[in-house]
């Protein structure tokens, strides 16, 4: 009798001979199915989480950002006011200012649109502090279209109805500064440009220079 071999195939239910191959498609159908939902699932947690988070930094920086231009606005403010006030009670006028025909002379030479401003400018106690700012600034006013020499900021330079307006501010800033222990260009220009400027500390100097020649000390 003869024998004969019998090898047996196997057939996994991947393939299409197996009798349950169609139970097969849909578990694995159903298994895809679950495991995108989960992805998906996930993936919204983490975008809900994360736009929360960005909404509560960006909330926060917007209440930073508007508490600061409140403190600015107010302080601009206060200025303005004290500006007005002023409007009304001029600064006391000198019977003579020597200072006055001197500034006048080199403002004039230097073509400055700031030789209209003299007689208030030469009664300021920072006059000359004033003017080296405004040079380094705005080549003494020529520079400006904000009626603003001095680059007033944050930012972009505020902007000013007239130049005697922002002659003032400045006059007040270079008082706080003052205030704090900033005498001379060298301890004020990191505050007043925001890193230190040996351009600017010089240009500040070369007027008080140039002054000094004239006899203004």
């Known amino acids: 009798m003869r024998r004969f071999d019998i090898k047996k195939k196997i057939i996994k239910p991947s393939s299409a001979e197996h009798s349950q191959h169609e139970k097969y498609l849909a578990l694995s159908r159903a298994r895809a199915e679950k495991h995108f939902l989960v992805r998906n699932a996930w993936s919204a947690a983490f975008l809900f989480v994360f736009s929360v988070t960005a909404f509560g930094v960006l909330i926060s920086e917007s209440q930073a950002a508007g508490s600061t231009a409140y403190q600015l606005q107010s302080s601009f403010q206060q200025v303005r006011a004290a500006y007005l006030a002023r409007q009304f009670q001029p600064l006391p006028v000198l019977k003579h200012d020597p200072k006055v025909d001197v500034l006048m002379q080199y403002l004039s030479e230097k073509k400055s649109p700031l030789v209209n401003y003299v007689g208030t400018l030469s009664r300021m106690e920072n006059w000359k502090l004033i003017l080296g700012i405004a040079h380094a600034e705005s080549n003494l006013c020529k520079k400006t279209d904000r009626n603003n020499c001095w680059g007033i900021g944050p930012g972009s330079p505020f902007y000013y ?18 205030e704090m222990g900033m005498q001379n260009p060298e301890t004020m220009v990191r505050r007043y440009v925001g890193r230190y400027s040996s351009n600017w500390v010089t240009a500040v100097n070369d007027v008080a220079y140039e002054l000094a020649e004239r006899g203004l000390q």
Do not use: C, F, T
């Not at 109805?161 to 706080?176: A, C, P, Q, R, T």
């Open 161 to 178: 109805d007239d130049i005697s307006e922002s002659l003032y501010y400045v006059n007040y800033l270079i008082d706080k500064y003052h």
